[in-house]
């Protein structure tokens, strides 16, 4: 049985890949935080069979514990302070745990394998912030770096030391570029949810109104279960790569509000004045205009995504809707 390590298993993503790497076969071991994170009965639930380590990105020892514990073939390191907003007020610890994190990581691994970094396939989460201020379009694995938040500074790192210890020590290592991917499972914080979770409230007489930041920028948003799909396929190649892992369609976070509103019948939510905006949820520095080429995840790993924009927006409004109407019916 093939066993694999997901570090971020709590996550949006873990519980995918957990499920997704259950389904065929693994025996997955799942890092989890904390002394009693409670999202770990959460990822119990979704994926029973999942053996929990308790460590930590910023604690070298209980990596290394957790790596002799699972004794994986492969890593999958998902594990990150993971929202760009927070990382302007937290910009040492992101870099600790997003940037430094990784290093950790691989240093684990070269220990365990006493060298032979090869023995053991390593998944590094880098993600399309590193583009940042962009100005080429569409992105794909040549398009250079200009991150512009130190959350995309610490991916950046992230990304160019998982290709060092390629170069370097033989590491059979991978770094996918991932654009942004949403679910159900998605966090509150991210625009996506906050506005499919809004439209719900306000659907049902629960709220006003939601205040956001910038309306105008556009990112390229794929389903969650598409992408963990391309994080195993990357690991089944002959070759450790990079790849980016998109839709190739951009959108802005206006038609997501028409996309998402729409879902409930309304269509006039601006004039309704349903939607503020407030500075405080601007970013000092914004990444304008993302959206990926994924021909090369296309052509070597057969990977394309299967849920338009409108279906993933549609079906986030959809459970919230039925979340939050059965929070209200217990509250009554
Ligand atoms: P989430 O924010 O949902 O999950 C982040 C995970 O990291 C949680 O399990 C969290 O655990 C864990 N974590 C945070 N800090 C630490 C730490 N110090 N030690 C160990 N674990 C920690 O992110 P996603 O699932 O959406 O994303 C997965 C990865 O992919 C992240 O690295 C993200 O940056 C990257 N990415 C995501 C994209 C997306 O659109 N979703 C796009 C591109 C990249 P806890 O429960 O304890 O908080
Ligand atoms: P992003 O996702 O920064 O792209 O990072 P997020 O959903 O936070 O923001 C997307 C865009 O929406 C604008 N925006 C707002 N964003 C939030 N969160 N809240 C608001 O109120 C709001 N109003 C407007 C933002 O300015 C931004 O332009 C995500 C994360 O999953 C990262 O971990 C991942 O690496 C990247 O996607 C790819």
């Given amino acids: 049985m093939p066993r694999a390590l997901i570090t971020g298993i709590t996550g949006q993503d873990?519980?995918?890949?957990?499920?997704l790497l259950t389904r065929k076969g693994y025996q997955v071991y799942g890092m989890v935080r904390g002394q009693n994170n409670p999202r770990a009965a959460v990822v119990k639930e979704l994926v029973p069979s999942v053996r929990m380590v308790s460590g930590d990105l910023c604690d070298l020892s209980s990596i290394v514990h957790v790596v002799e514990k699972a004794a994986p073939d492969e890593v999958y390191n998902l594990a990150a302070?993971?929202?760009?907003?927070l990382s302007w007020k937290q910009p040492a610890l992101t870099v600790d745990v997003t940037g430094t994190g990784v290093l950790r990581v691989l240093e684990a691994l070269r220990m365990y394998t006493g060298g032979?970094?090869?023995r053991i396939r390593?998944?590094?989460?880098?993600?399309?912030e590193m583009f940042g201020k962009v100005n080429r379009v569409p992105q794909d694995e040549s398009t250079p770096f200009h991150p512009r938040s130190p959350y995309g500074v610490a991916k950046a790192f992230g990304h160019h030391i998982t290709v060092n210890y390629r170069e370097s020590y033989g590491a059979y290592a991978c770094s996918g570029i991932l654009f942004n991917h949403e679910s159900p499972r998605r966090g509150y914080e991210f625009v996506t949810r906050k506005i499919t979770r809004a439209v719900a409230r306000i659907r049902l007489g629960l709220q006003d109104h939601v205040v956001l930041g910038n309306l105008d920028a556009e990112r390229d948003w794929g389903y969650a279960g598409d992408y963990t799909c391309a994080m195993w396929r990357m690991l089944q190649q002959d070759e450790p790569d990079d790849y980016v892992v998109?839709?190739?369609e951009s959108h802005s976070v206006r038609e997501l509000l028409d996309?998402?509103?729409?879902r409930v019948g309304i269509h006039d939510w601006a004039a309704r004045n349903y939607v503020l905006q407030d500075p405080k949820h601007m970013r000092p520095a914004e990444v304008?205009?993302?959206?990926?080429?994924?021909s090369k995840a296309r052509e070597r790993l057969d990977w394309k995504p299967t849920v338009s924009f409108a279906q993933l927006i549609e079906g986030m409004v959809d459970v919230d809707l039925s979340l939050e109407r059965a929070a209200a019916e217990r509250r009554e």
Avoid: I
């Fill in 246 to 248: 998109a839709t190739g």
């Fill in 259 to 262: 996309v998402a509103f729409a």
């Fill in 14 to 19: 873990g519980t995918y890949l957990g499920e």
């Fill in 122 to 128: 390593f998944y590094q989460a880098s993600s399309s």
């Fill in 116 to 118: 032979e970094m090869s």
């Fill in 288 to 294: 304008d205009h993302l959206v990926g080429d994924a």
């Fill in 81 to 85: 302070v993971s929202f760009v907003g």
